[in-house]
T-cell receptor
Framework: KQEVTQIPAALSVPEGENLVLNCSFT??????LQWFRQDPGKGLTSLLL?????REQTSGRLNASLDKSSGRSTLYIAASQPGDSATYLC?????????FGKGITLSVRP | GAGVSQTPSNKVTEKGKYVELRCDPI?????LYWYRQSLGQGPEFLIY????????DSGLPNDRFFAVRPEGSVSTLKIQRTERGDSAVYLC??????????FGPGTRLTVL
């Protein structure tokens, strides 16, 4: 059974800092990996999708990498801003469904 | 364009009652997914539709849970004889061939 782990559960950083959020998964037989953002009381917003054949994806200040063989992905956020404060979830896709981690709650202090 | 919508946004019911939760996917998306998210947890997969048929219902916790998508668009998640442990946010997502799943805002279900 696929298990997805995100550590730490919470992170607080000063504005402007570059940061890395980590995600690990136990079964490397995945189709893709997706990073989401969730604001309190809201649904999920897709940030980046990496197919299993890809190594990384970039969107603006965000860069996500995937190392399937080691079961790891990282989300890099450059020059963090208070508006980046949210919970970040990674999810691995196999077939029809996504298996999610519990998320990392990020707080960016002004 | 319009995203995934879910109604109601909040539902409070009593233990033992029947509830229906509705999902309107993004127009043209053939795939539709239901997930359940408990407090402090990531979403857990419930069921996946491709068109009108349930292609994977392995995540449904028991036979009190049922979902339909009769015309390949709107889907309804039905929960019979609700229990307090069913309280959670129920999320719906849809996707096209790009694999990216787009989520709705969710329905918060509270069973008293």
């Amino acid at each position: 059974k696929q298990e997805v782990t995100q550590i730490p559960a919470a992170l607080s950083v000063p504005e402007g800092e570059n940061l890395v959020l980590n995600c690990s998964f136990t079964d490397s037989a995945i189709y893709n990996l997706q990073w989401f953002r969730q604001d309190p009381g809201k649904g999920l917003t897709s940030l980046l999708l990496i197919q299993s054949s890809q190594r990384e994806q970039t969107s603006g200040r965000l860069n996500a990498s995937l190392d399937k063989s080691s079961g790891r992905s990282t989300l890099y956020i450059a020059a963090s801003q208070p508006g980046d404060s949210a919970t970040y979830l990674c999810a691995v896709g196999l077939g029809s469904k996504l298996t999610f981690g519990k998320g990392i709650t990020l707080s960016v202090r002004p | 364009g319009a995203g995934v919508s879910q109604t109601p946004s909040n539902k409070v019911t009593e233990k033992g009652k029947y509830v229906e939760l509705r999902c309107d996917p993004i127009s043209g998306h053939t795939a539709l997914y239901w997930y359940r998210q408990s407090l402090g947890q990531g979403p857990e997969f419930l069921i996946y539709f491709q068109g009108t048929g349930a292609a994977d219902d392995s995540g449904l916790p028991n036979d009190r849970f049922f979902a339909v998508r009769p015309e390949g668009s709107v889907s309804t998640l039905k929960i019979q004889r609700t229990e307090r442990g069913d309280s959670a946010v129920y999320l719906c997502a849809s996707s096209s061939r790009t694999d990216t799943q787009y989520f709705g805002p969710g329905t918060r279900l509270t069973v008293l």
